[in-house]
């Protein structure tokens, strides 16, 4: 008995774009390009997916996404200020219409900070407008990082509406 395929708010978004004409690029940390991968799984995404950057490290994060070094510096790259900018950022370095950004621990050990596991920021620009959302997820690294694509194809809805 086949089961039946369960349609995921990341499957939605990519059929929302497209209905829009609308593109959507991605900055990606603790994800390390789950979103991006995800994104793709669907026959045409190129049609709104035309790239993203994975900034695992805040060299990236800076020279490749224009992330302001002073944020990094000040607030950690697991912050509110960082996930806004990677958003706005990866928005106007790839071209598109909409920039996501997540940035967070997944684990399943905290980094030097000692922020606690699972604490995942995420953004969501459409150059007007940026929202912003701290998460608390539980699981293992991959639901983690999972649970996290998942919120910001949530994040990016709340922009369309």
Sequence with gaps: MMMPHKI???ELLVQRLKALQKTI???????????SKSLTDFSGSSAVYPGGIISYCNRVKHELLGVDQDLLDRFGPVS?????????????????????????????????????????YLAASDGQRTLVRECRFDGDRNAIRARAAEAAADLTFELLR
């Excluded at 967070?104 to 980094?111: H, Q």
Aim: charged share 15%.
């Design 8 to 10: 995921t708010q990341i």
């Design 25 to 35: 690029a991605t900055a990606e940390s603790c994800t390390g390009g789950f979103l």
């Design 80 to 120: 509110e200020a960082v996930a806004r900018q990677m958003a706005e950022k990866v928005r106007l370095v790839i071209g598109a219409d909409f920039g996501v950004g997540i940035t967070g621990i997944a684990g399943p050990n905290s980094d030097e900070s000692g922020l606690p596991v699972g604490l995942v």
